[in-house]
């Protein structure tokens, strides 16, 4: 069984366009993440919410949008996609109650996003 | 101000060589935990390792080792024997009581070990 999953693994759009990634967890965990990896290898937490509460919201233009609609889930919505999208998007979980930051985070396997 | 810096870009190794990952963090909390996660060729970011600030004990996992030394803020990351399936971009992160949990990572090293 996966632990983490997202869908999809792959996806090419045109500048312009919406786009959802979704994020499913069955570790029971309490904590989801959102996190991008840039060309250049570097990861950066996006958002985080602890039993669908918004805990973390980093510096992210508003075009990105997230949700959960319950604790095992954690969606990414994005406006007007822009070339500077384009890059890796993980889902991670952890089971931290608290979002204290004790917790080892535990990632899904990624979402290429391609921005024409 | 929080940062981790993995100073090596790039290893390159012959197989069965020893090999050691530099990790180096800077944080002002007391209380903070140390991660080592692998992200093979796939793309998939693999959990290695989590360590406490409290806890200055190396650990050793197979052919992994960790030295954790909090004199100079550095976390390294040892493989002994390397061979070709550790070829990889290795992470280090920090996390701190203070900061809600995300983690902030280093630049990562790439490893590769040539047959």
């Known amino acids: 069984d996966t632990a983490v999953s997202q869908t999809p693994k792959y996806l090419v759009t045109q500048m312009g366009n919406d786009k959802s990634i979704k994020c499913e967890q069955n570790l029971g965990h309490d904590t989801m993440y959102w996190y991008k990896q840039d060309s250049k290898k570097f990861l950066k937490i996006m958002f985080s919410?602890?039993?669908?509460?918004?805990?973390i919201n980093e510096t992210v233009p508003n075009r990105f949008s997230p949700k959960s609609p319950d604790k095992a889930h954690l969606n990414l919505h994005i406006n007007s996609l822009e070339l500077g999208d384009s890059a890796v998007y993980f889902c991670?979980?952890?089971?931290?109650?608290?979002?204290?930051?004790?917790?080892?985070?535990?990632f899904g396997p990624g979402t290429r996003l391609t921005v024409l | 101000a929080q940062k981790v810096t993995q100073a090596q870009t790039e290893i390159s190794v012959v197989e069965k060589e020893d090999v050691t990952l530099d990790c180096v963090y800077e944080?002002?909390?007391?209380?903070?935990?140390l991660f080592w996660y692998k992200q093979p060729p796939s793309g998939e970011l693999v959990f290695l390792i989590r360590r406490n600030s409290f806890d200055e004990q190396n650990e050793i996992s197979g052919r992994y080792s960790w030295n954790f030394q909090k004199s100079t803020s550095s976390f390294n990351f040892t493989i002994t024997a390397s061979q070709v399936v550790d070829s990889a971009v290795y992470f280090c992160a920090l996390s701190t009581s203070s900061n809600t949990g995300k983690l902030i990572f280093g630049q990562g090293t790439t490893l590769q070990v040539k047959p």
């Open positions: 944080t002002r909390d007391t209380t903070y935990y």
């Open positions: 991670a979980s952890s089971q931290a109650r608290l979002a204290r930051g004790t917790d080892t985070q535990y």
């Open positions: 919410y602890n039993n669908k509460e918004l805990i």
